[in-house]
C-alpha cells in the first residue's frame, strides 16, 4: 500500500519526512522511489512537527503506535501535523499497522478522521491482525487521489488477488474477524504484561520500559548514566536462541537512544519468562528471580 502512495506521490528527489528513529523498510523503500528521505525526531509526544523541513510533500508517520518507540501522538501534534500539511499542501501518510492490540484505554482519533481537506492517507494491514503471509493491506485516500491511485493499482498487477479478498470479506462480514482480534488481543496483553513486568524487574536497573497502549513489541531504553553494550547482548541473546532488537537498527542517522526493541507476536506466552532470563543473562546479570 505504501509503495503504492509512493508511485503516485514521488517522483525524483521529492523530499518525503519520516520518523527518526522509525520503520526502515519505509525509509528504504522512498528512496528506491527516488525520494530525499529526511529524519524527524520523535518525543512523548510523537514526531516532532516544529521540525519538519518545509519543502516536504509527504510525511509518513505511525501515530497510533509509533515505531519502534511505541509511545502515541498526542492529539495536538496531529492536529499540529494536519495544519502543517494543510499550509505547506502536503501529504501525510498515516500507517495503523497495529493499534487493533489495545491494552488500556480509547485509542485517539486517527488524523485522517480529522481531516476535513483530502490531506491524509490513511493505511491498514492485515498483516499484524491476522497473518503476515496474507499479503493484504488497505488504504484510505481522499477522493481527490483516488483515480491515480486506482490507475497505479492497475498498472502493477490489474488488481488484488480475489480468492483471499472474498475469504477475507467473509470472515469480517461473519464477526470472525471481530471474535479473533478479541480473543488474541487478550494474549497479547498478557504477553505484554509479563515482559513489562521482567524489563522492570530484571533488567530495572539500566533498562526502562517505554510504556505503550497497543501493539505486538515493546521498546526499552537504556537509563541515563548507564554503560550498557547493547549490541553485544544482543548478538549474545541470539546464540542463546532469543532475538529481539536494538533500538539503533531503527535510526537512519546516529542514534540518540540506546535500547532493545522486542517483538511478542510470535513467541508462544509460556516461553516468555525462560526468554527473559536468558536475555537477562545476554547483559551479564545473573539472576533466578
Ligand atoms: C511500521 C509498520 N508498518 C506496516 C507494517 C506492515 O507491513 P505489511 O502490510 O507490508 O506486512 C509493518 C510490519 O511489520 C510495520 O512494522
Not at 37 to 46: I, L, Y
Not at 112 to 133: A, E, H, W
Not at 153 to 165: F, P, R, S, V
Request: proline share 5%; net charge positive; hydrophobic share 45%.
Amino acid at each position: 500500500m505504501i509503495c503504492l502512495i509512493g508511485r503516485v506521490l514521488i517522483s525524483q528527489s521529492t523530499c518525503v519526512a519520516v520518523e527518526e528513529p522509525g520503520y526502515p523498510q519505509a525509509r528504504r523503500l522512498f528512496r528506491s522511489l527516488g525520494a530525499s528521505v529526511v529524519g524527524v525526531p520523535v518525543d512523548d509526544e510523537g514526531l516532532n512537527v516544529d521540525a519538519i523541513p518545509g519543502n516536504a510533500r509527504l510525511v509518513y508517520v505511525t501515530p497510533s503506535h509509533q515505531f519502534p518507540l511505541g509511545t502515541a501522538m498526542s492529539l495536538q501534534r496531529r492536529t499540529a501535523l494536519l495544519a502543517w500539511a494543510e499550509r505547506r499542501g502536503a501529504v501525510v501518510i498515516e500507517d495503523d499497522y497495529d493499534s487493533e492490540f489495545r491494552f488500556e484505554g480509547r485509542p485517539l482519533d486517527p488524523i485522517q478522521s480529522l481531516d476535513r481537506t483530502g490531506r491524509v492517507i490513511y493505511v491498514g494491514s492485515f498483516s499484524k491482525v491476522l497473518l503476515p503471509t496474507l499479503r493484504l493491506g488497505f488504504l484510505v485516500a481522499p477522493v481527490s487521489l483516488q483515480p491515480a491511485l486506482l490507475a497505479a493499482k492497475q498498472l502493477t498487477d490489474w488488481h488484488g488477488e480475489w480468492a483471499t479478498q472474498a475469504a477475507l470479506a467473509r470472515f469480517i462480514d461473519q464477526g470472525l474477524l471481530a471474535r479473533h482480534i478479541r480473543r488474541v488481543a487478550r494474549e497479547y496483553a498478557n504477553r505484554y504484561a509479563q515482559i513489562a513486568d521482567s524489563l522492570e524487574h530484571r533488567f530495572g536497573g539500566w533498562l526502562r520500559s517505554i510504556p505503550a497502549a497497543a501493539g505486538l513489541h515493546v521498546a526499552a531504553d537504556v537509563r541515563p548514566g548507564t554503560s550498557v553494550d547493547v549490541a553485544r547482548a544482543v548478538r549474545r541473546a541470539e546464540a542463546r536462541g532469543v532475538r529481539v532488537g536494538t533500538l539503533s537498527d531503527f535510526y537512519a542517522g546516529t542514534p540518540v537512544r540506546a535500547g532493545l526493541v522486542i517483538g511478542f507476536g510470535a513467541i508462544p506466552t509460556l516461553r516468555i519468562d525462560e526468554g527473559m532470563r536468558r536475555l537477562a543473562a545476554s547483559f551479564g546479570h545473573r539472576t533466578n528471580a
